[in-house]
């Protein structure tokens, strides 16, 4: 991707980062948080994370704040239905800053519940999380982001079925990212979400959390979601 992309766009996080970081381990960090993989908090409902349910659609909002006093929005509309012995999300979005370009952004994700067990009063669950992200300039460049994540969740779902609904959740995993173009690199690094979600009787949810990528001189994403339907 060409440098004046990064110098519009990044050049708070960049400018911070220390030299021996600025290739792959940099360039993971970069794609992971400026596409849906890591750019928005992981939305917490009960069919997220194992119960049965329709559709729904989800508007969400991530922050990546910077140290410069700078910060990266994240704007992005998720539908995500029933697959198999999963569930299907699909995102689109745009990632904007002061006095830059917009950066178009597509994601698909996938979970999977592995182990739940359920009471009256609720279930706790251990599931399988992936996405992609992809993260297209709208100026002229010679490069793309793209990103991956594989972790494992760790939530719990707390009220009768039927009922309001509280959701706690973490989830740890490990993100690969690219940049590509004049100035590509690729790089791995860890990754771990966490966040709290409610759910009405009648459908409507909310959720707030966050993403972390670490990385030195690096921030976490901040973000909430508003939910319709999947009850």
Request: proline letters at 5%.
């Amino acid at each position: 991707m060409k440098r004046a992309l990064f110098l519009s766009f990044l050049l708070a996080f960049v400018s911070s980062v220390p030299v021996a970081a600025q290739s792959g381990d940099a360039a993971a960090y970069l794609a992971l948080t400026t596409t849906p993989t890591a750019a928005f908090a992981p939305i917490a409902s009960p069919v997220r994370f194992g119960e049965m349910g329709g559709g729904a659609v989800s508007f969400r909002y991530g922050q990546l704040s910077l140290e410069t006093d700078h910060a990266i929005h994240h704007w992005g509309l998720t539908a995500d239905f029933p697959a198999s012995t999963g569930r299907v999300g699909v995102t689109l979005g745009a990632a904007t800053c002061d006095g830059c370009d917009a950066l178009i952004m597509l994601g698909a994700d996938w979970a999977k519940p592995l182990v739940r067990r359920s009471s009256d009063e609720g279930a706790v669950g251990i599931g399988l999380a992936s996405a992609l992200g992809l993260g297209l300039p709208t100026t002229d460049g010679d490069g793309f982001l793209l990103s991956g994540s594989l972790g494992l969740s760790f939530s719990a779902v707390g009220g009768k079925a039927g009922g309001p609904r509280i959701i706690p959740y973490v989830t740890p995993g490990v993100g690969f990212g690219t940049l590509t173009g004049d100035d590509g690199a690729s790089g791995i690094r860890p990754m771990v979400a966490g966040g709290l979600g409610f759910a009405a009787a009648n459908g409507f949810g909310a959720s707030a959390g966050f993403q972390h990528v670490p990385l030195e001189g690096g921030q976490m994403v901040v973000g909430v979601a508003v939910t319709i339907g999947g009850r």
